[in-house]
């Protein structure tokens, strides 16, 4: 069976956006500092403005791949898989316009009001952000459970969606950072299984047409 363009880019786009989401995670923990006054100097630096663009391209490129995935599994998926689908991608939307933020509007505040960023944790801001982390927790959870029902991914990629999903929901450091690794290194693999069974699916259909 001839395979759409979206299932053909399904591999390729979960390895990029996987790949980039373990990155830029990684870089955050090495790099952003815990006290307040050292991090009103870090979100000015390169470091900050570099891994702060590529956060948006690494949640922007998961959307596309989380799409493309669901076209493997559509059909096994049903119901369950197109809650997962349309919440997944809400929260993921939300998350990378929380990145966005991140990378643009805070190094702007801390160079001219960085008094501002002492009350974040007490304004609206700290609504938007949790509401973010809900919903891309809640979402990632969902098409992983989804995943795991419908039979098609490896088992173990789609249980790392499902505790990805969960821990990346968590909006604390230590435990969303570790959890966003997790989602992305469960992408980097869903992508190489895919390249892999894909490539020998298409050898087999293609020894079927010659014989």
């Given at each position: 069976?001839?395979?759409?363009?979206?299932?053909?880019?399904?591999?390729?786009?979960?390895?990029?956006?996987?790949?980039?989401?373990?990155?830029?995670?990684?870089?955050?923990?090495?790099?952003?500092?815990?006290?307040?006054?050292?991090?009103?100097?870090?979100?000015?630096?390169?470091?900050?403005?570099?891994?702060?663009?590529?956060?948006?391209?690494?949640?922007?490129?998961?959307?596309?791949?989380?799409?493309?995935?669901?076209?493997?599994?559509?059909?096994?998926?049903?119901?369950?898989?197109?809650?997962?689908?349309?919440?997944?991608?809400?929260?993921?939307?939300?998350?990378?316009?929380?990145?966005?933020?991140?990378?643009?509007?805070?190094?702007?505040?801390a160079e001219v009001a960085p008094e501002v960023m002492d009350t974040f944790a007490s304004s609206r801001l700290l609504l938007?952000?949790?509401?973010?982390?809900?919903?891309?927790?809640?979402?990632?959870?969902?098409?992983?459970?989804?995943?795991?029902?419908?039979?098609v991914f490896p088992a173990a990629v789609a249980w790392a969606i499902v505790a990805g999903g969960v821990l990346s929901g968590?909006?604390?450091?230590?435990?969303?950072?570790?959890?966003?690794?997790?989602?992305?290194?469960?992408?980097?693999?869903?992508?190489?299984?895919?390249?892999?069974?894909?490539?020998?699916?298409?050898?087999?259909?293609?020894?079927?047409?010659?014989?």
């Amino acid at each position: 069976m001839t395979q759409s363009l979206l299932s053909r880019s399904a591999g390729p786009l979960a390895i990029v956006a996987g790949a980039l989401v373990v990155v830029t995670r990684v870089v955050i923990m090495l790099t952003t500092p815990a006290d307040i006054d050292s991090l009103k100097v870090f979100v000015l630096s390169i470091t900050h403005a570099i891994n702060g663009v590529a956060s948006v391209v690494a949640f922007a490129m998961l959307v596309f791949a989380l799409v493309a995935s669901y076209d493997l599994q559509a059909r096994e998926a049903g119901v369950l898989g197109v809650i997962g689908l349309g919440a997944a991608i809400l929260g993921t939307v939300f998350m990378a316009g929380d990145w966005w933020y991140e990378a643009f509007a805070v190094p702007r505040l801390a160079e001219v009001a960085p008094e501002v960023m002492d009350t974040f944790a007490s304004s609206r801001l700290l609504l938007g952000g949790l509401t973010s982390f809900a919903l891309f927790g809640i979402g990632w959870a969902l098409y992983g459970i989804a995943s795991v029902r419908a039979r098609v991914f490896p088992a173990a990629v789609a249980w790392a969606i499902v505790a990805g999903g969960v821990l990346s929901g968590v909006p604390i450091g230590v435990v969303y950072l570790p959890g966003s690794v997790i989602l992305g290194l469960a992408f980097v693999a869903l992508g190489a299984w895919w390249l892999r069974s894909g490539n020998a699916r298409t050898a087999r259909e293609a020894k079927g047409v010659d014989s």
